[in-house]
């Protein structure tokens, strides 16, 4: 049940939405970042574009809905941004083929939910989406070029410049998780070898886990996986981490290395005043951004590298909401 929100609150507020394969979240976001009220819907990623577009439309309508039980919101909304899973076009809001959505091949988001609604629509990348939102109201504030990455089942990133996310020619600019730091490395799901994303991921580092145990190592990783290597998942590392075990120490270790090669090149290449890291897998890696800062002098041409902030991120898994949100507002800014 939704809190009541008092009219007053409901000037310029805008709805944000977060498509996922799985899930559509939808709040309502006032100017200042606050997130007034959101809901979470399940997703029809793989029953055609009509009921993908339906998933969405219920889940802004629910939020529309409380609004309108909250107070007066006749012609409030100031507007929807909307942030999915790439490869989308955001000058367009087109969403092209992202494989978590086979519902949409080529689809115009943007547009059907303008005609729906009749307000201005956004439609960009979540990963950038959230960068933007961390730039105008969560740790990037005041800065004026902010690198973000989003580390959780993928590696996402955005670059934020005074407060205008960096799309470059295209839209298709700052996929840093597919940057590769080992040619020789492992396949990544673009079909290049070595990404980041293939090598710190999520489930890349629970990879690495399970690798260490089916050679024989001995872990309370196996206890919270109940005896089986396969079931080992990123979380157990960290919780199995907390409890002193050497093979989740010993993983963590090693994407701390994996992290601050990568970090060298993204300061070398761009040199932003801060670096964000949200994402699901964000907690587990805080304790060890000083360890990844201290590292970076030996993996830069920069050597004022060390004076770049390695922040987390304001918002969690509200991210999407925040981001999607902050599309509106990002004009204004």
């Known amino acids: 049940m939704a809190a009541e929100i008092p009219p007053r609150s409901l000037r310029d507020v805008v709805i944000?939405?977060?498509?996922?394969?799985?899930?559509?979240?939808?709040?309502?976001?006032?100017?200042?970042?606050?997130?007034?009220?959101?809901?979470?819907?399940?997703?029809?990623?793989?029953?055609?574009?009509?009921?993908?577009?339906?998933?969405?439309?219920?889940?802004?309508?629910?939020?529309?809905?409380?609004?309108?039980?909250?107070?007066?919101?006749?012609?409030?909304?100031?507007?929807?941004?909307?942030?999915?899973?790439?490869?989308?076009?955001?000058?367009?809001?087109?969403?092209?083929?992202?494989?978590?959505?086979?519902?949409?091949?080529?689809?115009?988001?943007?547009?059907?939910?303008?005609?729906?609604?009749?307000?201005?629509?956004?439609?960009?990348?979540?990963?950038?989406?959230?960068?933007?939102?961390?730039?105008?109201?969560?740790?990037?504030?005041?800065?004026?070029?902010?690198?973000?990455?989003?580390?959780?089942?993928?590696?996402?990133?955005?670059?934020?410049?005074?407060?205008?996310?960096?799309?470059?020619?295209?839209?298709?600019?700052?996929?840093?998780?597919?940057?590769?730091?080992?040619?020789?490395?492992?396949?990544?799901g673009c079909g290049k070898r070595g990404c980041i994303e293939a090598l710190a991921s999520g489930p890349a580092i629970a990879r690495r886990a399970r690798a260490k145990l089916e050679a024989g190592k001995r872990s309370r990783l196996l206890e919270l996986a109940d005896g089986k290597p396969e079931l080992v998942s990123c979380a157990m590392i960290g919780q199995a981490h907390a409890d002193g075990d050497p093979i989740a120490g010993e993983v963590l270790r090693e994407t701390v290395e994996l992290f601050a090669f990568w970090l060298g090149n993204i300061v070398d290449l761009l040199e932003p005043d801060i670096m964000i890291v949200g994402g699901g897998v964000a907690s587990m890696l805080t304790p060890f951004f000083g360890e990844i800062q201290d590292r970076l002098a030996a993996c830069c041409v920069n050597k004022r590298c060390r004076e770049i902030p390695l922040v987390p991120a304001r918002y969690g898994e509200d991210s999407g909401v925040a981001g999607g949100a902050a599309l509106c507002f990002e004009s204004e800014n």
């Open 16 to 188: 944000g939405v977060d498509i996922g394969g799985t899930k559509v979240a939808a709040g309502l976001v006032r100017a200042t970042g606050e997130i007034l009220f959101h809901t979470r819907q399940p997703m029809a990623a793989d029953n055609g574009a009509e009921s993908g577009l339906a998933a969405v439309k219920s889940a802004i309508q629910c939020v529309a809905e409380q609004a309108a039980d909250s107070g007066s919101l006749h012609g409030a909304i100031q507007g929807i941004g909307v942030c999915a899973p790439g490869p989308l076009d955001p000058k367009t809001g087109i969403v092209l083929n992202p494989p978590n959505l086979p519902c949409w091949r080529n689809f115009p988001l943007g547009a059907e939910i303008a005609k729906i609604y009749r307000v201005r629509v956004r439609v960009e990348n979540d990963a950038n989406a959230a960068g933007l939102a961390e730039t105008l109201w969560g740790r990037g504030r005041g800065y004026r070029s902010v690198f973000y990455v989003t580390v959780g089942t993928g590696i996402g990133t955005a670059i934020v410049l005074n407060d205008h996310i960096y799309g470059g020619r295209t839209g298709a600019a700052a996929e840093g998780g597919h940057v590769s730091i080992d040619y020789h490395g492992p396949s990544c």
